[in-house]
């Protein structure tokens, strides 16, 4: 399956179970409802590494209670607020907290490579220029589904 490509199990963490469906089409292994506290207490421990792509505002111990010894959450979501933890909960377990931004055009390019010989995509929406005061509108509504692609030509 695509995003097993580099021999990893998928796990989706998700605030909407409505998800699990999609998730799993797209390759998921398993999808945790994380609002669901027996859940999620039942994956303390399970994961190297938590790549975090939210950008709204939440609660990063019950994540970092996910991870094993020495794992990584890795943030690439950007959200508005500063982020606040519990010095233990980074302690406990010896986690680590990272970020992660573009890795340049070399690394970009090895990344597109990796896709394309392993028929790996991405779910877009096509938006022509003229809607893009529509889109931005969409957006701060959360009505996206992945990600838009801006038309100009």
């Known amino acids: 399956m695509r995003p ?46 938590i ?11 019950p994540y970092l209670s996910a991870l094993a010894i020495d794992g990584t959450l890795c943030l690439v979501g950007i959200p508005e607020q500063e982020l ?7 302690i406990v377990g010896a986690k680590n907290l990272a970020g992660a931004g573009s890795g340049g055009t070399g690394e970009t390019q090895e990344m597109l490579d990796f896709c394309g010989e392993h028929g790996i995509t991405a779910e877009t929406e096509i938006v022509p220029a003229h809607d893009v005061n529509t889109s931005l509108d969409r957006l701060a509504r959360n009505d996206v589904r992945y990600r ?6």
Do not use: I
């Open 51 to 61: 790549l975090d792509t939210v950008g709204a505002p939440h609660a990063l111990e």
């Open 4 to 49: 097993h490509a580099m021999g990893a199990e998928v796990v989706q963490f998700t605030t909407s179970p409505d998800k699990a469906t999609e998730a799993r089409r797209l390759g998921a292994d398993d999808v945790v409802f994380s609002q669901d506290e027996q859940r999620m207490a039942t994956q303390t421990g399970r994961f190297d590494l």
């Open 148 to 153: 838009f692609v801006l038309d100009l030509a």
């Open 84 to 90: 606040r933890l519990s010095a233990l909960s980074l």
